[in-house]
């Protein structure tokens, strides 16, 4: 099993359509989350961290996290065709005072569509 | 303007070669970090620093070296002993004085050995 799970896509949504990228993780220790967005070519750029249950909403986008079922999802709210991207999701057990390693998954590709 | 630079962008060298990437940050971050990326495979940890003078390995090291004698600084060496050296190279940099553990990334290195 990997540690981190994405389910690689591609993820068709139409222009405006809510996306609904998901994520599962093997290791309970785990405390903080992340949400990467990698355009074709380029480095990731971060997009949403959330280290405690619920919903986190910033602009278009909101991340859930769900501890006890160890899942992690980022919505995409009125998807752009600039939104075509691939998605990394990354997690860690890192504690205070310490470098957070992180542990990637290979990343869910989205494309909208117009 | 502050950030994380990495040179150069693409890079070929011969096998049996040594090859130094440069990864210089002005954000005042005390962590760095090395992955290397490949086709279909998630972000890999080769290197990471929590401070000047200190460095652990990742889950990927062997056949790499890295030195950190600035704060600034985070280079990494590719050596003739890496089995597979053509990779996307990505440093990156993080606080560590609070929870937010969120890393930054550069631009990336494509390095190509044939």
């Known amino acids: 099993q990997k540690e981190v799970e994405q389910n690689s896509g591609p993820l068709s949504v139409p222009e405006g359509a809510i996306a609904s990228l998901n994520c599962t993780y093997s290791?309970?220790?785990?405390?903080?989350f992340f949400w990467y967005r990698q355009y074709s070519g380029k480095s990731p750029e971060l997009i949403m961290s959330i280290y405690s249950n619920g919903d986190k909403e910033d602009g278009r986008f909101t991340a859930q996290l769900n501890k006890a079922s160890q899942y992690v999802s980022l919505l995409i709210r009125d998807s752009q065709p600039s939104d075509s991207a691939t998605y990394l999701c990354?997690?860690?057990?890192?504690?205070?005072?310490?470098?957070?390693?992180?542990?990637f998954g290979t990343g869910t590709r989205l494309q909208v569509t117009l | 303007d502050g950030g994380i630079t990495q040179s150069p962008k693409y890079l070929f060298r011969k096998e049996g070669q040594n090859v130094t990437l440069s990864c210089e940050q002005n954000l005042n971050h005390d962590a760095m970090y090395w992955y290397r990326q490949d086709p279909g495979q998630g972000l890999r940890l080769i290197y990471y620093?929590?401070?000047?003078?200190?460095?652990q390995k990742g889950d990927i090291a062997e056949g790499y070296s890295v030195s950190r004698e600035k704060k600034e600084s985070f280079p990494l060496t590719v050596t003739s002993a890496q089995k597979n050296p053509t990779a996307f190279y990505l440093c990156?940099?993080?606080?560590?004085?609070?929870?937010?553990?969120?890393?930054?990334f550069g631009p990336g290195t494509r390095l190509t050995v044939t």
């Open positions: 990156a940099s993080s606080t560590i004085r609070d929870l937010a553990y969120e890393q930054y």
């Open positions: 990354a997690v860690t057990r890192a504690n205070t005072g310490t470098a957070s390693k992180l542990t």
């Open positions: 290791d309970r220790g785990s405390q903080s």
């Open positions: 620093s929590q401070i000047v003078n200190d460095f």
